[in-house]
Structure formats: C-alpha cells, structure tokens
C-alpha cells in the first residue's frame, strides 16, 4: 500500500507571495491533518479534514487554510508569506478523525526569505 | 505552559545500553498515547500507541504511562545505531486533537 505523499518536497518563496501545498493519504484513509514542524515549536497542528469538512483548526492565523477534495487529496494554502512561516509542514492521513494511527509523509521544506 | 513536555536531549548511548525517553504532560483530557520515530530529513513514524495507564511492550520497545502522575516513557531496550532518530510522543484529546512533544534526539554509539 502507498503512503502518504507530498508535493513538491522543497520549496522557496519570498515574503509576501502565497503558497499551496499538497497531500495525497494512504489509499482508503479519509481523515487529512496538517502540521507545521519547527526546532523551537516542534509538531503543531494546523487543521484537520475529513470528508471535505474542517474538523478541527490548530491555533494559527487566517493566513493559514486549506480544503479537501472528494478524493480525499487534501491542499494547504499559506498567503502572505513570512519568514516565520518557515519550516516542515507535514501531512498525516488516518482512517477517521483522531484516528488510531495516523500516518505522516514525508513533508514539504517551506523556506522564505 | 506548553501542553506537552519533552527534555530534548541530545541523548548519547553506546550501543547495546538501555534507553529512557520521557514526557510529561499537563491536561488530564489526554487519553490517547503515542511515541513516533523521525528520521532526518524524513516524517514522523508511529512506533507505539496505548489507551490506558500501564506497559505495553512490543519487541526491543516499551511503552508506559502513568495517567495518575501525566508522565509517559518509552524504553528501547538493546539499542542499536539504527535507533539513532528523534523520538516524539504525542498524545490526543477527548476533541480528537494531537499535541506533540518537541522531540528528544538519540544517538546510538556503535
């Protein structure tokens, strides 16, 4: 069974542009969360989907969204880049919401400058 | 405050040796216990996950939680250089939302 993948896996962009990020989960699993890992935070949660619908959201700023498709594929948009906003976001897909196991990608390295 | 508490380390060992990573946490809402392994440069792997207060073993890895003091451990018992990683624990609420831990380092010395 495939994992969970994200794309693209680096990217780097300048303060004050936008950015999408995509997550595609492990094949049956309708339940998407996203995470923002820094050395000083580690892992927050940022939001979490399933079946198209925002469960939960983490403490973050409006700059912060995202949505999920039918599929289950989900995508996060960060707007307004800022130089905090760098760091691993990562994705994590489970069968439900607050599933047993959830099962992360590898994550996408956001650098802004 | 931060919910979830984790010395990070860096951990050194030399191979072989037992190793202890802990956390502690503040909000008795957690019910839901978990230890993942990062590898740099990669996510998060799920190692254990437990519901209630007590051991959990599972091969060189055990699990323990003690609800009535909020502390949680993971033992690795004949640590190889493969364990070399970042370990995490996480735990989840009754609204089903995960707070990680920021992760202690272990360096297994061969």
């Known amino acids: 069974k495939a994992g969970v993948t994200q794309t693209p896996r680096y990217l780097i962009k300048t303060r004050g542009q936008q950015v999408t990020l995509s997550c595609s989960p492990i094949s049956g699993h309708r339940s998407v969360s996203w995470y923002q890992q820094t050395p000083g935070q580690g892992l927050q949660f940022l939001f979490e989907?399933?079946?198209?619908?925002?469960?939960n959201k983490g403490n973050f700023p409006g700059r912060f969204s995202g949505r999920q498709f039918s599929n289950s594929r989900s995508e996060m948009n960060v707007s307004t880049l800022e130089l905090g906003d760098s760091a691993l976001y990562l994705c994590?897909?489970?069968?439900?919401?607050?599933?047993?196991?959830?099962?992360f990608g590898p994550g996408t390295r956001l650098t802004v400058t | 405050q931060k919910e979830v508490e984790q010395d990070p380390g860096p951990l050194s060992v030399p191979e072989g040796a037992i190793v202890s990573l802990n956390c502690t946490y503040s909000n008795s809402a957690f019910q839901y216990f978990m230890w993942y392994r990062q590898y740099s440069r990669k996510g998060p792997e799920l190692l254990m996950y437990?519901?209630?207060?007590g051991n959990k073993e599972d091969g060189r890895f055990t699990a323990q939680v003690d609800k009535s003091s909020k502390y949680i451990s993971l033992f690795i018992r004949d640590s190889q250089p493969s364990d070399s990683a970042t370990y995490l624990c996480?735990?989840?609420?009754?609204?089903?939302?995960?707070?990680f831990g920021t992760g202690t380092s272990l360096t297994v010395i061969p």
């Open positions: 437990t519901y209630s207060s």
């Open positions: 996480a735990m989840r609420n009754t609204g089903n939302q995960f707070y």
């Open positions: 994590a897909s489970s069968l439900r919401p607050g599933g047993d196991e959830q099962y």
């Open positions: 989907y399933f079946s198209e619908t925002q469960r």
